[in-house]
């Protein structure tokens, strides 16, 4: 009987965890691989961690490299060693990383040291926005890999600009379609029970480190938020290091406005709160698909954005922290949201065609 391949499904953050389980489900039912899941530890809030990895059904990781998510230059280096010696441990076969995080890189740079292939799936993304840690983690990880999974084709475009095109023995690039819409659809169809009773509603969340960690930006943007809630409520489910960085006053303004300020919430619940919301305001990229996919526009607090197709069809516009604009596009939403969310992102099937192109790589 012929061994099965080892794959090394490599997670640390909450993003991460949501697209690994795709790939985790079909290769748990797949008896010519044999998954070894391994987590950074990045991720600095344990209970948002352990509620991920039970409600989407990834299992217990076998190695957790205990890494904390601390500045940059000291994350990705203590990732690359920690990981090193869990590859010389396990001689996978390949890795497969996701996204554009601390760990994708760390990951793919200890990889790459040992010789072994590496599978990027959301390679090719670009925001143009050389300050984001997360451009640079995405474009030396797309350097550093043997097979990229692109989920659009700009995305293809993106990496034939930068010379990163299909070159047989060297490099491997394909469209999958994205993998966020088979995690959407496997949990639209898990919870359908509605979860939150207000008839109308948007749903916000703030993250990224240049509007938490800028007082002025966070303040802005939450006012806004709040001014807009005087004409529907908003659910705004908080991220820890937003929630460490509310002031005693903007804590006390956000209790006295109709916004519900909730702990994290598991990705199939999330899910459905986008589902039967009126719109939604994010930084994260992943919320703006996963906006999408449930075909509701979406207000992104960024000056930029890596998923551009949703700016052109007009399902997304970029209100950086322009308060005015996030009032003025609320209003207009509530009353003439966009209909027409044209098919941009595959048809939920990017796992099993990823597990596939890997296993067709591994025979040739």
Avoid at 284 to 297: C, I, M, R, T, W
Wanted: charged share 25%; hydrophobic share 40%; glycine share 6%.
């Amino acid at each position: 009987m012929t061994k099965p391949h080892r794959i090394i499904n490599l997670v640390g953050a909450r993003p991460q965890f949501i697209k690994a389980s795709a790939i985790s489900r079909i290769l748990q039912g797949d008896k010519r691989f044999e998954e070894i899941l391994v987590h950074s530890g990045q991720h600095y809030d344990k209970n948002m961690s352990d509620v991920f990895f039970k409600d989407l059904g990834i299992p217990k990781p076998k190695h957790n490299l205990g890494i904390r998510n601390e500045s940059a230059e000291h994350v990705v280096d203590a990732i690359r060693k920690s990981f090193e010696r869990v590859l010389k441990a396990e001689s996978p076969d390949a890795v497969i990383l996701y996204g554009d995080t601390y760990t994708t890189l760390g990951g793919a740079l200890a990889a790459r040291a040992m010789n072994i292939p590496v599978a990027h799936v959301e390679a090719g993304l670009r925001s143009y926005n050389p300050e984001m840690p997360e451009e640079f983690n995405r474009v030396q990880t797309d350097k550093l890999s043997t097979w990229l999974f692109c989920p659009t084709d700009s995305a293809i475009a993106n990496l034939e600009t930068e010379g990163l095109n299909n070159s047989p023995g060297v490099r491997y690039v394909e469209r999958t379609g994205d993998i966020m819409l088979d995690v959407a659809q496997w949990s639209m169809k898990k919870q359908k029970t509605r979860l939150w009773e207000a008839g109308e509603y948007a749903v916000f969340t703030l993250h990224r480190n240049f509007n938490t960690d800028n007082p002025q930006r966070l303040e802005t943007i939450l006012h806004a938020v709040m001014d807009l809630s005087e004409i529907v409520e908003v659910v705004f489910p908080i991220h820890p290091r937003t929630a460490k960085n509310l002031t005693k006053k903007l804590r006390q303004d956000l209790d006295e406005s109709n916004v519900w300020v909730i702990e994290p919430v598991a990705y199939p619940a999330m899910i459905n709160l986008l589902s039967h919301s009126n719109f939604v305001i994010t930084d994260s990229g992943g919320l703006q698909k996963e906006a999408y996919f449930v075909k509701k526009p979406v207000m992104i607090t960024r000056a930029e954005t890596e998923w551009t197709e949703m700016l052109k069809t007009g399902n997304a516009v970029l209100v950086n922290d322009d308060a005015d604009e996030i009032l003025r596009k609320g209003e207009e939403w509530l009353d003439n949201p966009p209909s027409d969310f044209p098919s941009l992102y595959g048809d939920g099937m990017a796992a099993a065609q990823i597990i596939e192109s890997i296993y067709t790589h591994f025979r040739a």
